[in-house]
């Protein structure tokens, strides 16, 4: 089946604007993650959701980042008032079952704040 | 200390030798771990996943365990020009959550 698939490819925004990215994970996979990935940097996890389980919200670095997962599929990742820090490639993930097993990524979102 | 470091690159080698990557990670009762290349600009993609001490091989790719050392490494063979990518190293620290390391870049000289 398709892979997980995330959109916009590409967003440009102005600073203090609110932006929101789209993730469709596998199909029937349970877990679904959002990362960040600045430019030359490793991986940093933002919110892992799991079924019907609270969010795992730990990662995310600031209130002005929230994310939803509607039906255990879609979800989106919000990030209001834009800071021209937030500018960073927001990867999505989702696995079968989340316990120790791959993360499938998708195409990611490369946001740039101006 | 971080939760997972790798052998800080880039490292570059000739065609046709061998590449060799390390990973180290601090939790000593991680189970799953993973090596993920990343082409530049693009996601990063599974290449090997090891859970049990020892090697596993998986073509020119062979990942290597060792728990009590807290070690993972990767090794690939007869380097192309197409391995030129950045390798991640992936552990799991909880039940469901990734570590990833920085990454070392590797450049394959043709």
């Known amino acids: 089946g398709a892979g997980v698939s995330q959109s916009p490819s590409n967003k440009v925004t102005e600073k203090g604007k609110d932006v929101e990215l789209r993730c469709d994970p596998i199909s029937g996979h349970t877990a679904l993650y959002w990362y960040r990935q600045s430019l030359g940097q490793g991986l940093e996890f933002l919110i892992y959701?799991?079924?019907?389980?609270?969010?795992?919200k730990s990662g995310l670095p600031s209130d002005r980042f929230s994310a939803e997962r509607t039906g255990g599929s879609v979800s989106t990742l919000t990030i209001q008032r834009t800071q021209q820090e937030d500018s960073a490639v927001y990867l999505c993930?989702?696995?079968?079952?989340?316990?120790?097993?791959?993360?499938?990524f998708g195409p990611g979102t490369r946001l740039l704040v101006l | 200390q971080k939760e997972v470091e790798q052998n800080s690159g880039p490292l570059s080698v000739p065609e046709g030798a061998i590449a060799s990557l390390n990973c180290t990670y601090s939790?000593?009762?991680?189970?799953?771990f993973f090596w993920y290349r990343q082409y530049s600009g693009k996601s990063p993609e599974l290449i090997m996943s090891?859970?049990?001490?020892g090697d596993k091989e998986d073509g020119r790719f062979t990942a290597q365990l060792n728990k009590a050392s807290q070690y993972v490494s990767l090794l690939i063979r007869d380097s192309q020009p197409s391995d030129s990518a950045t390798y991640l190293c992936a552990v799991n620290m909880d039940d469901y959550k990734l570590s990833f390391g920085a990454g070392t870049t590797v450049t394959v000289r043709a």
């Open positions: 939790d000593r009762v991680s189970q799953s």
């Open positions: 090891i859970y049990s001490n």
């Open positions: 993930a989702s696995s079968a079952t989340g316990f120790g097993e791959t993360q499938y």
């Open positions: 959701f799991q079924g019907n389980s609270a969010p795992d």
